[in-house]
Each structure stands twice: as structure tokens, then as C-alpha cells.
């Protein structure tokens, strides 16, 4: 049963949409933690999985700060006709002001810690996804998949965060898992008090922790994951990956996770792994919603690095025309 203390922490439940009762096909539960801003990449992951699953049906839990009626209008076109269904779920402002406060970090860090008690009326296991995902396969194995011993499933990070981060936070199983991905039982995760053992993590350590949240997920559930092959999170950031090189999918990839900075949907985050995802972008309902441009110098520099590679000359001089004036600009002002 749901927290009744957590339970207090909603402001709001919706049920956006429901077309599962128009469906037989076996239902698979998905949650989001995100704020409006984030609404158009949850879009877009919530299409590439129903484009990759005929064969399930799927509930959306969205949880966070309120969206827009654009938003909301855009995840209708997306459910029409579909076995989907959409629930949002907005916290209460004040829910987490007497959790500790990390650094820079804002309070959403928190939302996903506390989805596994307000689901566990609804389901026993869901699919914690980041908006940052392209699913670019079927979910029907991991579905069917006994986790039943587990906390949750997970996908070991890049063998460089590995080795940079399981000697910092004393890790010696040797594994740190990414949180774009995770997979949570729920009955284990509330039987082991997850929640709380988090929090008190983060409150003794969370100064120390470079990725707070998924630092101390990592030290509380050391022994508690199943490890998950590479293809359900597929890790890659589209500024490390040259524009130029050929950075191919494998064929059993599930689900790729664009981390870092650059997104998919920023205009200046170019190459094999961006058109891959501007190809289900502009199948989506969100095909007129325009990329973002760049803004900073950093971003300029790099779009018109990206344009060069693409043979767009002309256009990678003007866009290194205004990195170059933008930068001296701010040295000026500073």
C-alpha cells in the first residue's frame, strides 16, 4: 500500500487519457520525474516506445511540477487511437523543503524516489525512464523478466564512470549503475525502506556526491540490482561523439540514453546519433515544435562545428561569426 505520508506530498493527480480498456494486450508501466521543460523529450521517449511495442499496452505516470495545456494537448495526439494511458502527478510545492539541499542540485532530484510508494496501488514493478531516451526496441522480454529478488534492474554506467566513481564512493562490487534506466520492484523496494535509506545517504554524504542522486542510489543498492545487459541503456553523449564518426546503434539496442549536455533536440547537437532521434521527432506530434538554438557561446562554437562537418559552409561561418562576437562580447562585459 501507498505511504500515507507520501500520499500527502500531491498536490494533484490527473488522469490525462485512458485507452486501456479498449485493449487486451498485457499493460507495462512507465514513470517520468520531470518539469514541463522536460515534457517534450517524455513525448517523444513515450512515442519510440509505442512505436517499438505493438504487442504492449502502456501506463505514463508523470510526476513533477505541472504542464502546460500545449503539452498536455500534444500527449492527447499521442495517446489517440493507442493502448495508452496518461496520469500526471504534481507535487505539492513544499513536499521535499525539509529534504537537504544539494549544491546546485534542485529538489526534483527527489521526485523519483518516492514514485515506487505512490505506484504501489496501481502496479508491483514499473520502468523508471530520464527524458533524455529513444526506445529503439521491444520491452516484452524485460516485462516477462523475474525480478522478484531485486530492488530493481539496472544497466552498468560507461567502464570510465565505473572506474572514475566506484573508488570515490567506496563501491567494491565494482559496478555503478546509470539512473536513466531502472526497473524497480516495489513491494522490495518499500520492504527495505529504499526511500529513507536515500535521503540519509544524501544527507550525510550528499556534499561529496558529484551526481547526487544516482551516487546514492548506487551506494544504498550496491547489493540489491540485477544487472541488465548494455542494450536496455545504452549510455552516449552526442558532444563526445564527433559529428564526423560513424557511431553505429547495435542491432539488439532497446533504449538509448543521451547524456550530458547536449540533447537531441538542441539544434547544435548534430551526427548519426541525433538524426537517429530527429527521425522519430519528426514522426511525433511534436514535428512543429522547432529545436532549440543555441544560446551561449559554447553552444554557437559548436553548431557551426557541426554545420563545417555537414558541408554547410556558409552557414557554419555565420554561426562562428556570432561565437566569436558573443565571446569577446562577454570577456568585455565581465
Avoid at 525480478?147 to 567502464?159: G, H, K
Avoid at 564512470?161 to 518499500?190: D, E, Q, V
Wanted: glycine share 4%.
Amino acid at each position: 500500500m501507498p505511504n500515507q505520508e507520501y500520499l500527502s506530498y500531491l498536490e494533484q493527480k490527473e488522469e490525462l487519457v485512458n485507452n486501456l480498456g479498449f485493449s487486451d494486450l498485457p499493460v507495462v508501466h512507465i514513470a517520468f520525474g520531470i518539469n514541463n521543460a522536460y515534457a517534450r523529450g517524455m513525448g517523444i521517449t513515450v512515442f519510440s516506445v509505442m512505436e517499438n511495442n505493438p504487442d504492449l499496452a502502456f501506463h505514463i505516470h508523470v510526476f513533477g511540477s505541472p504542464l502546460d495545456e500545449k503539452s498536455k494537448s500534444l500527449l492527447l495526439e499521442l495517446a489517440a487511437n493507442r493502448p495508452l494511458a496518461i496520469t500526471c502527478n504534481v507535487f505539492k510545492e513544499s513536499a521535499f523543503t525539509d529534504l537537504p539541499l544539494i549544491g546546485r542540485y534542485p529538489q526534483a532530484i527527489y521526485y523519483r524516489l518516492f514514485i515506487p510508494y505512490l505506484l504501489a496501488d496501481v502496479t508491483s514493478k514499473f520502468i523508471y525512464l530520464d527524458a533524455d531516451t529513444l526506445c529503439v526496441g521491444s520491452y516484452k522480454e524485460l516485462h516477462e523478466k523475474d525480478i522478484s529478488r531485486y530492488t530493481l534492474a539496472a544497466v552498468n554506467d560507461t567502464e570510465r564512470a565505473r572506474n572514475k566513481l566506484c573508488p570515490h564512493l567506496g563501491l567494491t562490487s565494482g559496478n555503478y549503475f546509470n539512473s536513466g534506466f531502472l526497473y524497480i520492484n516495489i513491494p522490495m523496494w518499500i520492504e527495505k525502506k529504499t526511500t529513507e535509506r536515500i535521503i540519509q545517504t544524501l544527507a550525510i554524504h550528499g556534499t561529496e556526491l558529484k551526481f547526487p542522486d544516482q551516487d546514492a542510489l548506487n551506494i544504498a543498492l550496491e547489493h540489491e540490482v540485477l544487472l541488465l545487459p548494455k542494450k536496455y541503456n545504452l549510455v552516449c553523449d552526442i558532444i563526445l561523439n564527433k559529428v564526423g564518426k560513424k557511431t553505429p546503434v547495435p542491432e539488439d539496442a532497446i533504449l538509448i540514453h543521451y547524456t550530458g549536455k547536449c540533447k537531441p533536440w538542441h539544434r547544435w547537437g548534430m551526427g548519426e546519433l541525433a538524426s537517429l532521434y530527429d527521425q522519430y521527432y519528426a514522426k511525433s506530434p511534436w514535428h512543429d515544435v522547432p529545436h532549440d538554438m543555441p544560446v551561449s557561446y559554447k553552444e554557437m562554437k559548436r553548431y557551426a562545428q557541426a554545420l563545417w562537418h555537414e558541408h554547410q559552409y556558409v552557414k557554419s561561418l555565420s554561426w562562428m561569426f556570432k561565437y566569436m562576437n558573443t565571446k569577446i562580447f562577454r570577456k568585455h562585459s565581465s
